[in-house]
């Protein structure tokens, strides 16, 4: 079973809303996708792949500075800066049974003015360009929880109402520039891979890859799948807190990043970008449609819970 495409064009950034057959087209094979595998490549959204690698050659700047100066713009968990900041490498590993993972990441979750900013003189400057991709990817967001509603038969605003403060410190959704280095095979520890099996954690991500390879997706027969670069798409999976709100019809599906299987001894450099969107830190997540199969949980208690179990000095 490969990962569907699916054309968003009529209902991309800057568009108006389409026909009402578009839209049921549109909400119709994302469901279908998301339910199947839990997740699906979104074409023609407005965000086009000339920003998309804007954005990472700007983070790879400050990837490239050395650990001293990054470390003067950690992550750190305070009320106003709620995840903002860079984590070094052998700090996280989404799967606690393997070795640390092999990267690093800028986070950018609260649009807050009092998080620091690391100034790195590019055009336009780090900042600004983090911030404004932010913003797209949470209208990307907004039109693709109103298509989910709308494909589950809810009213359409049902899981907008609840995502309305993401980019404040009221709602933990987070940008996430990931960078993977080059990698020496010889020096890895056994076991040890760019990003562990995890499946996300809130409502569901968009993730932007460039085109070196190594996602993988688990499928329903238990087998690993590349999911690879698509020209001019944007994949979208399912996390854990949707999976639950709609009683597992979505796929919070598993998924990791391995190194190519190449014979070389070196490897290549590996970018990525993740918008994690979550709901607002108030929301309760209550099944959606009357079956009741899990107990109401607040959103923020599940996200913390994953986040603390993922960082290498807490398990
Ligand atoms: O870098 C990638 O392609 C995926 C990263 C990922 O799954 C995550 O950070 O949750
Ligand atoms: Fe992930």
Same mark, same amino acid.
């Given at each position: ?9 009529? #209902? ?5 809303? @389409? ?6 087209? =549109? !909400? ?10 839990? #997740? ?8 086009? /792949? ?16 050395? !650990? ?7 992550? *750190? ?22 070795? &640390? /993972?092999?990267? +690093?990441?800028?986070?950018?979750? &609260? ?6 900013? @690391? ?5 336009? +400057? #780090? ?16 039109? =693709?929880?109103?298509? =989910? ?7 359409? %605003? ?28 010889? !020096? ?21 890859? /460039? ?11 238990? +087998? ?8 001019? *798409?944007?994949? =979208?999976?399912?996390? /854990? ?21 190449? +014979? ?10 993740? #918008?994690?969107? %979550?709901? %607002? ?35």
């Amino acid at each position: 079973m490969s990962i569907e495409i699916v054309d968003f064009g009529s #209902f991309g950034l800057g568009k108006n809303e @389409p026909s009402a057959i578009e839209i049921e087209r =549109i !909400s119709t094979e994302v469901i279908r996708a998301l339910t199947d595998i839990g #997740f699906v490549y979104l074409k023609n959204t407005g965000i086009e /792949d000339q920003k998309i690698f804007e954005v990472m050659d700007i983070c790879k700047e400050f990837f490239m500075l050395p !650990s001293n100066i990054k470390q003067q713009y950690a992550h *750190t968990v305070d009320s106003e800066s709620l995840g903002h900041g860079w984590i070094a490498e052998d700090k996280e590993r989404l799967n606690p049974e393997r070795p &640390a /993972d092999l990267k +690093e990441s800028f986070n950018i979750s &609260a649009l807050s003015p009092h998080v620091k900013w @690391p100034i790195i003189n590019t055009n336009p +400057e #780090f900042r600004e360009c983090l911030e404004s991709f932010f913003k797209m990817c949470q209208q990307l967001s907004v039109k =693709i929880l109103e298509v =989910i509603a709308l494909g589950l038969g809810l009213e359409r %605003d049902f899981f907008i109402n609840k995502h309305q403060k993401m980019g404040s410190n009221k709602n933990p959704t987070t940008l996430r520039a990931l960078y993977y280095p080059s990698v020496q095979k010889s !020096s890895m520890q056994d076991h040890q891979i760019r990003c562990g099996e995890h499946s996300d954690y809130g409502t569901f991500s968009l993730l932007f890859q /460039d085109k070196t390879g190594g996602l993988e997706i688990l499928n329903r027969s238990g +087998e690993y799948v590349a999911a690879p670069y698509i020209q001019n *798409t944007v994949l =979208i999976n399912i996390a /854990d807190l949707l999976q639950r709100w709609t009683s597992d019809k979505l796929l919070s599906t598993v998924h990791r990043v391995v190194l190519p299987k190449s +014979e070389d001894k070196m490897c290549k450099p590996r970018q990525s970008l993740v #918008f994690f969107v %979550d709901p %607002d830190n108030d929301v309760i997540v209550t099944c959606c449609n009357g079956l009741q199969k899990y107990p109401p949980i607040p959103a923020l208690q599940h996200i913390q819970g994953r986040l603390n179990s993922s960082n290498v000095t807490k398990s």
